[in-house]
């Protein structure tokens, strides 16, 4: 064993006396070494097969001596603290948490991430930004009067010195539903990605996640979408979304359904004849949660689904389970679709 391997083997065993003193970033690094690997799989199969058979807890220190036996001799030697069996649950399951699901048949369609759940106004040269995290919504009112919703996982942004002097343009990443102040004097612009979305007066949602088509909806009054890509203009009437599609084309779907694409502003999930994918990407996003698919045939699976957002994870999966099979939770972090 190299002296670099034993450091990181030490640091393994640090984390197990204090499993808040590493990150789960940290933590997958120092996975990455075959040989921590291989003797945290020592105490973690070692503990799986003692709590099937309700035995006591296995001796941590004796799975690593037997371990380091295994392996011939250096000069370097490892300190080996005593490890609380407490602790090494905590961080061997962190670890098999977040890891990827070692399987060629599964996949890994939505990631969580650790960024501080709060919703965050700041100003970036002249810039007003306000974001939105998981799990949250935010209702503002910009200076000319407009009203935006923020989904989950969104962010806004403005000029503060130009907006409503000489312009109306803001920058959308993420959901929106506005309702726009009128002013003939400066049309209200929302740059979204490849789209941009030019009105007078009215009331639209945008959605623009990177995993996903960007689509306008409008709700009231009219709208001109453009196409970055290709200069494209369409002007669409209430009842009618565009979509860019892959190729950088929009198209027009006409009589869509208004409920679906505004649900989200009413605390609940509506989905009408949705992918399972897309269904618990959208779980994903709100719960801040890894979603993987182990049986990569049932991501395109179409269903009919309504739950409230207000409801937790697992009551969700559990409503959902009643039209789809084999959907399950881990530990709150990771939903799995197959066996």
Not at 228 to 234: F, P, R, W
Not at 260 to 265: E, H, L, V
Not at 266 to 290: A, H, M, P
């Amino acid at each position: 064993m190299n002296q670099d391997t034993e450091k990181k083997i030490s640091r393994v065993l640090d984390a197990l006396e204090n499993p808040s003193a590493i990150t789960s970033d940290e933590l997958k690094e120092l996975f990455k070494d075959e040989e921590c690997q291989k003797a945290a799989r020592a105490i973690l199969y070692g503990r799986e097969a003692l709590a099937r058979s309700k035995g006591s807890l296995p001796d941590a220190d004796k799975e690593w001596d037997t371990f380091r036996k295994r392996r011939k001799k250096h000069s370097t030697t490892i300190h080996m603290l005593r490890l609380s069996s407490v602790a090494a649950c905590i961080l061997f399951f962190l670890y098999f948490a977040l890891r990827p699901v070692d399987s060629d048949d599964s996949i890994q369609v939505f990631e969580a991430n650790s960024v501080t759940q709060v919703v965050k106004q700041e100003i970036v040269d002249d810039q007003q930004i306000i974001s939105v995290p998981r799990g949250l919504q935010k209702r503002i009112i910009l200076p000319d009067g407009t009203s935006v919703i923020l989904n989950a996982d969104s962010r806004l942004s403005y000029d503060m010195h130009l907006f409503g002097e000489k312009n109306r343009t803001v920058n959308l990443s993420g959901e929106g539903f506005f309702v726009v102040s009128k002013d003939s004097l400066h049309p209200f612009i929302v740059q979204s990605g490849k789209i941009n979305t030019c009105v007078l007066g009215t009331s639209f949602n945008i959605r623009n996640y990177r995993s996903e088509s960007p689509n306008v909806t409008l709700f009231s009054g009219s709208l001109q979408v453009a196409s970055v890509t290709d200069k494209e203009n369409l002007l669409i009437k209430p009842g009618e979304q565009v979509e860019l599609n892959k190729e950088g084309e929009l198209c027009v779907k006409e009589n869509v359904h208004i409920a679906d694409a505004k649900s989200w502003t009413e605390q609940t999930f509506f989905f009408d004849n949705k992918t399972l994918k897309e269904i618990l990407c959208e779980l994903g996003r709100w719960y801040n949660v890894n979603v993987i698919f182990k049986d990569k045939d049932r991501m395109n699976d179409r269903l009919h689904f309504k739950a409230s957002r207000d409801e937790s994870l697992n009551s969700v999966i559990e409503l959902l389970g009643f039209i789809s099979d084999d959907i399950s939770i881990i530990d709150n972090k990771t939903i799995i679709v197959g066996k």
